[in-house]
C-alpha cells in the first residue's frame, strides 16, 4: 500500500455513508424491498450498511494506529511504551462520537410539537444550535460559544413573549443507537488492537462469536417458556435492554428490543475486528523473492508494487467468499439476524464488506479508474458530519409546519413529496425520488467542505 491516502477506503465508506442516508430518508410509503430492514430474520442490502461502516472503521484503526508501536510490532515490553496520549485519543474520539449521537436526539433542548411558539421561530433556535455543533467540530471555539448564546437567547425570548417551553424529556433518551454503538465498538476494538496481534484478535473474534452464539442460545429468559432468537421480546439481548436501559430508553420503533443493544454489541466488536485485520493485510509490505543470477532480469519497484497490490486484492476475494459461505452455512443454525447481530450476520456481512473493498481497491488503486468514485470519497472523508447533520436535517423537515394542499398542516418533507414528486411519479418512486434528491443536496454542500479541505472528525 502507498504511503498516500487509500482512495479505495474513502470511497468505500463514501458509499456506506451514501446508502445510509438514502435508506434512513424515504418520502413516505411503500419503499422498494432492498431499501427495507429484513422484517426479523433475514438479510437485505441495506441490513449491509451498518456492519460495513463498523468494518471500514476497524481498517481505519489498523492503518492510523498501526504507524505506532504495538505488540506485534514490537517486544512485549511496547505496552509500556504506548504513549498516554494514545489512549486519551480513544477515549475522547469514543466520547465525542457517543455526545453527537445523544445530541442528535437532544436538539433543540425542548419538545418541538409541544413547543406553542411560531415554527420559525423554533427552527431559527435549532439552526442556530445546529450551527453551534458544525463550529464546535470545526474547532471555531469562539463561533460556536456565540451560536449557543445566540439559540438560548432565542428560547429564553419565547419564554419571555410568553410561549409554552416544554423542556426535552430526558426520561425518554434513547442511551443506545447508531453513533452511540459505534462509540462503543471504537473504543473497544481499539483497545484490543493495540494490545493484541493478528492472531489473538482472531481468537478473540472466534471466542465472541461462539460465546454469543452459545448464551443465546441456551440462557433461559425470565418471563418466557421458550427462549428462542425467533421471539424480539424472549431472546437474552432483548431481556437485558429491558431490563438494563429499561422500555423508556430503548428505541421507540422495538418496543420490546433495540437493534443497537448492549449484549449485540459485543459481537459488533467482532465485525469491527474483521476490518482491523483487513486493514493489516492491506498495510503489510510482501516482498518479490527470485533467484538473483545472470539470467533473472532485475525486478522495478512499480512491479514489484503492481505484485503485492494484486496479492491483496486476491487475498480480499478470497477470504471475503470464504466467509460469506462459512457465514450463510452458519445461518441455519443461528439465523441471519441484524437487530441481534448475530453471529452468522457478522461472517456474512464481514464477508460482503471483504468482497466490496476489494473490488473498490481494485478498480480505484489497482487500475487506476477514480473518477466514477468522486462522489463517493466527497462523502468519505466526511461521512461523520454527513451522519449528523444530515440526521438533523430529516427531523427538521419533519417537524416543520406548512399548508398542505387540503389545507391542513403538514410537515415540510410531506409537503414536498404531494406537490413535488408525486404529481408526476408513482407512490414508490416519488418515494425513491425524493430520497435521491435529499442525498444530492447533500453532495453539494459535502462537496463545498472538500473543495476548502475542510475534514469535520472527532
Known amino acids: 500500500m502507498s504511503e498516500g491516502r487509500l482512495i479505495s477506503l474513502d470511497a468505500f465508506r463514501g458509499m456506506t455513508i451514501a446508502a445510509m442516508v438514502l435508506v434512513n430518508n424515504p418520502g413516505g410509503s411503500p419503499v422498494y424491498g432492498p431499501l427495507n430492514h429484513a422484517e426479523w430474520h433475514g438479510l437485505t442490502p441495506t441490513d449491509w450498511i451498518f456492519p460495513f461502516f463498523l468494518f471500514i472503521i ?18 512485549r515490553s511496547s505496552r509500556e ?13 469514543a466520547a465525542s462520537i457517543y455526545l453527537l449521537g445523544a445530541a442528535m436526539s437532544i436538539l433543540p433542548f425542548f419538545q418541538f410539537q409541544a413547543t406553542d411558539a411560531p415554527d420559525f421561530a423554533k427552527v431559527v433556535v435549532w439552526l442556530l444550535l ?63 488492537f493495540l494490545h493484541t496481534t493478528w492472531r489473538q484478535q482472531v481468537g478473540i473474534s472466534a471466542v465472541l462469536l461462539l460465546g454469543y452464539w452459545l448464551i443465546m442460545s441456551v440462557v433461559p429468559v425470565p418471563g418466557c417458556d421458550v427462549t428462542t432468537i425467533d421471539d424480539k421480546a424472549c431472546n437474552l439481548a432483548a431481556y437485558l435492554d429491558r431490563l438494563i436501559l429499561t422500555e423508556n430508553h430503548i428505541w421507540r420503533g422495538g418496543k420490546v428490543y433495540d437493534p443497537e443493544g448492549l449484549l449485540s454489541t459485543i459481537p459488533a466488536i467482532v465485525t469491527c475486528l474483521s476490518g482491523v485485520l483487513t486493514g493489516r493485510w492491506l498495510a503489510r509490505n510482501d516482498e518479490v523473492r527470485v533467484q538473483n543470477d545472470e539470467t533473472t532480469p532485475a525486478l522495478n519497484s512499480s512491479f514489484i508494487t503492481q505484485h503485492s497490490s494484486l496479492n491483496k486484492v486476491a487475498g480480499l476475494f478470497f477470504f471475503g467468499t470464504i466467509l460469506l459461505a462459512v ?38 488503486d489497482l487500475k487506476g479508474y477514480k473518477k466514477w468514485a468522486w462522489p463517493f470519497v466527497v462523502f468519505g472523508v466526511n461521512a461523520l458530519p454527513l451522519f449528523v447533520f444530515s440526521g438533523i436535517a430529516a427531523r427538521m423537515l419533519s417537524a416543520y409546519r406548512v399548508t398542505g394542499i387540503d389545507g391542513s398542516p403538514v410537515s415540510l418533507s410531506r409537503w414536498s413529496m404531494q406537490n413535488i414528486f408525486l404529481p408526476v411519479l408513482q407512490p414508490i418512486d416519488a418515494s425513491l425520488a425524493f430520497a435521491v434528491t435529499f442525498i444530492l443536496i447533500w453532495l453539494g454542500l459535502m462537496w463545498l467542505l472538500y473543495r476548502k479541505r475542510i475534514y469535520l472528525k472527532v
Open 81 to 93: 511504551k504506548l504513549s498516554t496520549n494514545v489512549y486519551l485519543k480513544i477515549l475522547t474520539r
Open 327 to 364: 457465514g450463510y452455512i452458519w445461518s441455519y443454525y443461528f439465523a441471519l439476524n441484524k437487530a441481534l447481530w448475530t453471529s452468522s450476520y457478522v461472517v456474512v456481512t464481514s464477508g460482503l464488506a471483504l468482497l466490496v473493498l476489494g473490488a473498490c481497491y481494485w478498480l480505484i
Open 130 to 192: 445546529t450551527a453551534s455543533l458544525f463550529f464546535l467540530l470545526l474547532r471555531k471555539y469562539w463561533w460556536a460559544l456565540g451560536l449557543l448564546a445566540a439559540a438560548l437567547a432565542g428560547i429564553a425570548w419565547m419564554n419571555l413573549a410568553g410561549y409554552n417551553v416544554v423542556p426535552y424529556n430526558f426520561d425518554t433518551l434513547r442511551i443506545m443507537g447508531v453513533l452511540q454503538r459505534i462509540a462503543l465498538v471504537y473504543l473497544f476494538t481499539a483497545i484490543i
Open 58 to 75: 476497524g481498517v481505519s484503526i489498523a492503518i492510523s494506529l498501526g504507524r505506532r508501536p504495538t505488540v506485534s510490532q514490537g517486544e
